[in-house]
């Protein structure tokens, strides 16, 4: 089992930045696709962007994309998201996600982690 550790949320103003980060309990060699996703209140859990195991293949919803940043580092088993230009539409609970197949999924992980609140003040 692979236990997923978010944090770095928080309140932020409109326009502002926050780099949340995700450890992994293993080495994500393991869990080569890591991703973030989103759940708004009264909405479905939405994806938000996914990193190939090497970092140099990411994928992005369209809501976030330019704005928004993935990357990792393998040494620390560490995933970061890079969030700037936020807006209050961005408010949300950040889940981090990790899959044990190499593709840039955009759901169906198989682990995920408990989350971590997002909100930005208009």
């Known amino acids: 089992q692979v236990q997923l550790v978010e944090s770095g949320g928080g309140l932020v103003p409109a326009g502002g930045s926050l780099r949340l980060s995700c450890a992994a309990s293993?080495?994500?060699?393991?869990?080569?696709?890591m991703g973030w996703f989103r759940q708004a209140p009264g909405k479905e859990r939405e994806f938000v962007g996914a990193?190939?195991?090497?970092?140099?293949?990411?994928n992005y919803a369209d809501s976030v994309k330019a704005r928004f940043t993935i990357s990792r580092d393998n040494t620390k088993n560490t995933v970061y998201l890079q969030m700037n230009s936020l807006k209050p539409e961005d408010t949300a609970v950040y889940y981090c996600?990790?899959?044990?197949?190499?593709?840039?999924?955009?759901?169906?992980?198989?682990?995920w982690g408990q989350g971590t609140q997002v909100t930005v003040a208009s």
């Open positions: 293993t080495d994500t060699f393991r869990v080569p696709t």
């Open positions: 990193i190939s195991y090497s970092g140099r293949n990411t």
């Open positions: 996600a990790a899959d044990r197949s190499a593709a840039l999924k955009t759901g169906g992980y198989d682990y």
